[in-house]
């Protein structure tokens, strides 16, 4: 008589600077499925964790940000490709995490899919659509680019726990920036799945940071970060968004409203692609 | 009697005749001149002269209301059902009329803000004119502005300018959210209403809609009151970092459109291949235009170490040219510092700087002996700690840091809180781009400094605001895409 199969389990930790360590505060809290049965220990992230994830993601942004237009394009389609290979562990995990039937969840994956491809066509773009040449009135010639913002503080849909999660992250990414990301608190586990996706896409260290645990602790601690520039509150719920923004105010931290939750059904446009963007004007003389 | 060329000029004032200036001007809602709620006024000051030059109405929290009131009425029933066409050519209609009137809005500015009419004359009139003829012509292709495809305007925008270039900036705040279908409240700053309440006269003429734009002066005061008012859609401020902060901060968990255009602190970076005297016109332009009072003044000048010798003897002989004096002279290079308070703050930060152990040199022109003056300045023996270097003077005083190599000129030059503007001096294109690409700023001019044109966008990076006025991006401010 054989023995039944144990399966392994996977332990869940931080994504912090292309690493995979666990919380400083060494804390993890319980996440459960939609019907509230145990999933795994998350690490509870703390304010320590976003401190280093900032300071990592200063970093990422700098090698981000040097890499061609057309590499980043391909390293996020990459992301794509890795997602793509690992669907049905997606669709799973969408399933246990939304409650949603399994269509649904391979639907809700094979859009996040298509949401890392749109955003990923976009990198080598962006400039084209939104710079360009001004025709001043004198002896100058006068260009426009857009330049990323730089480290972006995202809170995470807390419903939509892939696809909220993609189609808020990408095109932060898209545009050139890194991010800290406070992930749905309830809902984390396809954070972390996506987590091992972008390990394996080539994205330089600490250009996207996945932080599971509070956010009533992760939030606030972004917010109020100085070498944070920007400020996603996505998922934020409504009370929590005054004192964000008072806090994200003290450093005139750019900042990006509540997702409504109908939006990631929207064709995407591009206002969260240039939501994080800085409009650098040129002035050059000319003469003989 | 000039000391370098020992040349000597006559004066050459404007005639202060062309312009008529009221005893006392009322707030305009609806298109009408009214008195604020309480009947209280303020005084605006002649800062050549500390004169009197006339009384304006300190707008309450009520007038804010009223104000909004019309602007929600005008937006729903004028303003937002008209054609693009209509609203493109009462914008026309604006731009013209301001050209016809340009002399008498140049003096008017002059007199009450305390700038060279000079500048006026050249830079803030008819920029302002230009700001409405471009804007004017977006009013009927919004959705060819590749914004998205169907753009659609906010509703009332509340705006809030700064003493500056207050003809100017109104035409930043107006013009684009006229454009795009928004209706206006407009605050300008407590010590120079004037242009603005002449403009809401060149609106009258250009027979706007009532209510499409009302004015409300005021003092910080009136500011809270509008950006606290519920029935805003949009805010568009310029002015300090710390009012931006405290904007921002109050819309709290509201949804209103922010854009902010705050302080700066730009360096002014030469290398040693730049052309030095041009460079010069360009460091006493950056700097001493419009008496410093500028958000993107090039207040740092960084120099390659090997020519700061050089530059330094060069920049203090042009210096000793500069006249300060009778804005009204089309003589003066420099005018007035624009009020009391100014001048107060403007020395303060200066004796901070020698008191920190800086060298000063300061321009040997005579001062007229009435009103708010401040002779052009240049700290030197300055570290990039030193307040005169962190702080936002906002005054004709400009400090000198050297650099040795391009990365350190990058790192100086992004040593700042703020990131608004940036010059480079070279004759080198390929370092200059090199440099472009680095420095944390919204502006970059090379070779040239302190220009504005309608098309192009402007504004800052971290501490200095977001959002950007001009071009296509300065509609952007006013729509929902």
């Known amino acids: ?288 | 009697m000039d000391a370098t060329f020992g040349l000597d000029y006559a004066a050459a004032p404007e005639s202060a005749s062309v312009v008529q200036i009221k005893a006392e001007y009322g707030l305009v809602i609806d298109g009408q001149q009214v008195p604020s709620s309480d009947g209280q006024t303020l005084e605006s000051l002649n800062p050549s002269t500390t004169q009197p030059l006339f009384r304006f109405a300190l707008g309450t929290a009520a007038d804010v209301d009223r104000a909004v009131g019309a602007a929600r009425r005008a937006y729903e029933d004028v303003w937002s059902p008209m054609s693009g066409t209509a609203r493109a050519k009462y914008l026309f209609r604006i731009a013209r009329i301001l050209q016809e009137r340009a002399r008498e809005f140049a003096v008017a500015e002059s007199l009450d803000n305390g700038k060279p009419i000079r500048e006026s004359r050249d830079v803030d009139v008819p920029l302002a004119a230009a700001h409405f003829a471009y804007y004017a012509g977006w009013a009927d292709k919004l959705s060819y502005a590749g914004l998205g495809p169907a753009p659609r305007s906010l509703g009332v925008a509340g705006q809030i300018i700064p003493w500056n270039f207050p003809l100017l900036m109104a035409a930043w705040k107006l013009a684009p959210a006229l454009a795009a279908g928004n209706t206006c409240v407009l605050k300008p700053a407590e010590t120079t209403p004037l242009t603005a309440l002449l403009l809401m006269e060149v609106l009258e003429q250009a027979e706007l809609p009532k209510g499409v734009v009302n004015l409300v002066t005021g003092d910080g005061t009136t500011g809270q009151a509008l950006v606290a008012h519920e029935g805003i859609d949009k805010v568009a401020f310029t002015g300090s970092t710390e009012v931006g902060r405290a904007i921002q901060a109050a819309l709290g968990a509201r949804g209103t459109k922010l854009t902010l255009e705050l302080g700066g602190k730009a360096a002014n970076i030469v290398f040693s291949d730049a052309a030095l005297d041009e460079a010069v016109e360009g460091i006493v332009d950056g700097i001493f235009f419009n008496q410093g009072h500028v958000c993107c003044a090039g207040s740092r000048l960084l120099v390659e170490e090997s020519i700061a010798d050089d530059l330094l003897e060069r920049l203090k002989r042009r210096m000793s040219t500069l006249r300060v004096g009778d804005p009204l002279d089309k003589n003066t290079d420099v005018g007035a510092i624009n009020s009391a308070a100014q001048l107060a703050r403007i020395t303060e930060l200066v004796a901070a700087g020698v008191a920190e152990g800086a060298s000063t040199y300061a321009a040997p022109c005579p001062l007229p002996e009435q009103g708010y003056y401040f002779a052009p300045t240049v700290f030197t023996d300055v570290s990039l700690s030193s307040r005169v270097v962190q702080e936002e003077i906002f005054g004709p005083v400009l400090s000198v840091l050297t650099f040795r190599t391009p990365e350190e000129a990058v790192q100086k030059a992004n040593n700042t809180l703020y990131g608004l503007s940036a010059g480079i001096w070279s004759e080198k294109g390929s370092r200059t781009l090199w440099m472009a690409q680095r420095l944390r700023a919204g502006v970059i001019w090379s070779n040239t400094f302190n220009k504005f044109d309608p098309t192009s966008p402007f504004g800052g990076y971290r501490e200095s605001g977001f959002g950007r006025e001009g071009g296509i991006a300065g509609l952007e401010a006013y729509l929902d895409v």
């Not at chain 1, 054989?2 to 996440?31: D, H, I, M, N, Q």
């Not at chain 1, 939304?98 to 949401?115: F, M, P, Q, W």
């Not at chain 1, 659509?129 to 006068?142: D, Q």
């Not at chain 1, 995202?154 to 992250?169: F, M, T």
Request: with cysteine; proline share 6%; aromatic share 6%.
């Open chain 1, 1 to 288: 008589m054989s023995e039944p199969t144990v399966s392994v389990l996977k332990t869940y930790k931080l994504f912090l600077g292309g690493a995979f360590p666990r919380s400083e505060s060494g804390r993890s809290y319980e996440v459960v499925d939609h019907e509230g049965r145990f999933v795994a220990n998350c690490a509870q992230g703390s304010r320590k964790d976003v401190r280093d994830a900032v300071q990592a993601a200063r970093k990422g942004q700098e090698q981000w940000w040097s890499q061609t237009a057309a590499n980043r394009c391909l390293v996020l389609y990459r992301a794509a490709e890795m997602l793509e290979g690992r669907k049905a562990t997606f669709t799973e995990h969408v399933t246990q995490a939304e409650g949603v039937s399994a269509e649904t969840a391979r639907a809700l994956v094979t859009k996040s899919i298509d949401r890392l491809v749109y955003y990923a066509g976009w990198c080598d773009k962006l400039a084209q659509i939104r710079g360009g040449s001004n025709p001043v009135a004198g002896p100058y010639f006068t260009f426009t680019v857009p330049e990323p913002t730089g480290v972006i503080g995202v809170i995470a849909p807390q419903e939509s726990s892939l696809l909220g999660l993609i189609s808020v992250v990408a095109p932060i990414l898209a545009a050139g920036n890194a991010v800290v990301v406070a992930t749905s608190e309830q809902r984390p586990i396809p954070a972390m799945e996506f987590a091992e996706v972008l390990a394996t896409s080539d994205l330089p260290a600490g250009v996207c940071n996945l932080l599971t645990g509070r956010l009533g602790e992760l939030a606030p601690t972004l917010a109020s970060h100085h070498d944070v520039d920007g400020l996603d509150l996505a998922g934020a719920p409504q009370e929590m968004v005054a004192p964000l923004v008072a806090a994200a105010s003290a450093t005139i931290t750019r900042v990006q409203r509540p997702a409504l939750a109908t939006e990631w059904d929207d064709d995407p446009g591009t206002k969260r692609l240039t939501a994080f963007t800085e409009l650098k004007t040129v002035w050059h003389t000319i003469g003989r």
